[in-house]
């Protein structure tokens, strides 16, 4: 087989993973999840799932795959031979496969608005033509998927070069650049007539509206949001060098992570009350709500094509980290080639992709339990497979793997400092696996 490539630089692992991590999870899902569960609660709930679960659950992932230097199953196969642990990995491939069938889909949409603001489509619109712009939009049988197809060709195109190439450098720009942009909308949102409510709604807990449905979907979230559970920070890390300092990587990614998630819920949600408009609008949220905060600004259409472009990017960023995790695995276990590899993951995705777009139109009404193919495959990865994922992963670092190779990763092999060391694997032995296996049960009697 040929050599393994790897992230060149530590700004560039930052990057990547940050790039990776920041992505439509936190922009256009975190958004919408916590419109519709109620907002501060939501969020307060969220953050306490990111720091106190999903942080320790990030540095397991990066010491099975920095320690393994594999794609998830054969990362289990090696530090657990002639054991069942590897299902883990199969699960997070599944995963994988899961997610970019509709998140492929969703990042789409980023390019068909990049060329609605070009055109100056989304200028001097009420907020009730651009809900129905969007309805009009997604529920086409063929457009969306043409854009689908496109993102997919393009994620292709990167991952098929490997890892050095084309995610490193990319993502060392256009990260900086989304943060930035944000800050200004963040801006001009707050100071939107009428912006203090959303402001409240987003702040201000009130929590007889958290039901333990909604505990799962921002537990669920806080994996999605930092790419964890399936695999991902294992591929990922098991490019990084020895010099690269684990724990400190995931506090920024970790960090970083969180406050552009909460960056898009100041952006959005003072301008959906001061346009009148639901915040449960579920998925559309985003694509609805922002072209009426461009459209205040001086320059609107620069603005508004500047961000998609910078959206479509983020999700570009994300949608390459998951077909890299599916990639990698077909091509180390069964000796595909990795254009062919990448190749057949994309064909698969595409499918997936197709009855993801119907999902908003010719298939809307095609449910099981009252969802639709979009929404089972959303619960499905978000709420099922990511937080057992999880919660697998934090038994497997925590009581099956040797304590000396957990501190041998995060330490550096002794060249840095570890901190807490107990404290963490307490959490990754009791806490961790504790708190998600109480709110899958608590959900599920439900
Ligand atoms: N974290 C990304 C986002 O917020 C999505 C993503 C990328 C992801 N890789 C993942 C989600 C792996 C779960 C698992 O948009």
Known sequence: MEKRGGFSTKIGVLMATVGSAVGLGNIWRFPYET????????????LVCIFIIG????????????????NPVGAFKKLAPNTK?????????????????YYSVVAGWTMEYIFKALSLELENKSAADY??????????????????TLVM?????????????GIEKASRIMMPLLFLLMLILAVHSILLPGSIKGIEFFFNPDFSKLTAESVLTALGHAFFSLSLGM???ITYSSYFKSNIDLPKTAVQVTLIDTLVAVTAGVIIFPTVFA????PEAGPGLVYMVLPNVFQQMPGSFIWSTMFYILLFLAALTSLMSLHEVVT????????????????LVTGLVLFLGVFCSWSFGIMKNVTLLSMNFFEWLEYLTASVLLPLGGMLISIFVAWYLDKKIVFDELSNDGKVKVKGFKIYIFILRYVAPLCIFAVFVTSLVK
């Open 131 to 148: 809900t129905s712009m969007f309805e009009t939009f997604t529920s086409n049988p063929i457009l969306p998927i043409i854009w689908t």
């Open 153 to 165: 060709i393009m994620s292709h195109l990167i991952v098929k070069k490997g890892i050095k190439g």
């Open 85 to 101: 642990w590897h299902w883990v990995g199969y699960m997070g491939v599944l995963a994988g496969l899961l997610i970019l069938g």
């Open 55 to 70: 942080f320790p659950v990030v540095m397991a992932e990066f010491v099975i795959g920095r320690r393994a230097k594999a």
């Open 35 to 46: 419109g519709r569960n109620g907002g501060a609660a939501f969020l307060l709930v969220y």
């Open 231 to 233: 695999g991902c920070l």
């Open 275 to 278: 346009f009148n408009m639901q």
């Open 328 to 343: 990698s695995y077909i091509h180390e276990r069964y000796s595909i080639s990795r254009l062919n590899s990448s190749r």
